[in-house]
């Protein structure tokens, strides 16, 4: 089965430090890759897909997410925090013949301190 | 445009109950997928309907039910409510014909005692 590893529970960070989040996968095949976010009260928002092509995947709000396939990961970047990211960060994936069912990860709390 | 709605949003039953939660998707979308997340966990795939029909299952059991209408709306059915049912309920929706990405709703809190 299908599974995702997120290797934080909770990370602690001051404003304008770099963020980085691990996320692994178990799958040895191809697999679209996205990143969540849920801010505090919100719902799920996407921050970025990778389906294909350039392994290096820019989203919203300043985050990147880098695909190696051969160390199965797809981590997620950003260079400079800011209190508005506080949030909790999920890492799911989908079989290129599963589409619709989304494996999340068990999602990492970030707290960035102003 | 309006995003994923779900109702309610709390909702607290007694074990052995039935509950019916709703979602009513993006508009454009067709195609409506329910998760299950307990708290301190990430969301786990119940089930996705299109035209109609289950379309996929996770590994839930048949208290689980749901049901979509011709206008793309759906319905999440758990009877027999345990416990371990509590959890925050999501709805996401997404097109069948250009698929991958899915937009959640803002989840429906339930709370079995």
């Known amino acids: 089965a299908q599974s995702v590893s997120q290797h934080n529970h909770h990370v602690i960070l001051s404003e304008a430090a770099s963020l980085e989040l691990g996320c692994n996968y178990s799958?040895?095949?191809?697999?679209?890759l996205f990143w969540y976010v849920q801010y505090p009260g919100q719902h799920l928002q996407l921050l970025l897909k990778y389906f294909s092509g350039d392994p290096l995947v820019k989203g919203i709000k300043g985050f990147e997410a880098e695909f190696i396939k051969s160390k199965f990961s797809f981590n997620l970047r950003k260079p400079s925090v800011q209190w508005s990211d506080t949030a909790e960060y999920f890492c799911?994936?989908?079989?290129?013949?599963?589409?619709?069912?989304?494996?999340f990860g068990a999602g990492t709390t970030v707290t960035v301190r102003a | 445009d309006a995003g994923v709605t779900q109702s309610p949003t709390h909702l607290i039953k007694t074990r052995g109950q039935q509950v019916t939660l709703r979602c009513s998707p993006k508009s454009g979308h067709d195609t409506v997928s329910w998760y299950q997340q307990a708290l301190g966990q990430g969301p786990q795939f119940i089930f996705q309907y299109y035209e109609e029909e289950e379309r996929q299952r996770g590994n839930f059991p048949d208290r689980f039910s749901g049901h979509q209408f011709p206008n793309y709306s759906s319905e999440l059915n758990v009877n027999a409510l345990l416990l371990g049912d509590s959890a925050l309920y999501l709805c996401a929706s997404s097109n069948w014909a250009y698929g991958e990405t899915q937009y959640f709703g803002p989840g429906t809190r339930l709370l079995v005692l």
């Open positions: 799958y040895g095949g191809t697999v679209n």
């Open positions: 799911a994936v989908t079989l290129p013949l599963d589409d619709y069912k989304l494996s």
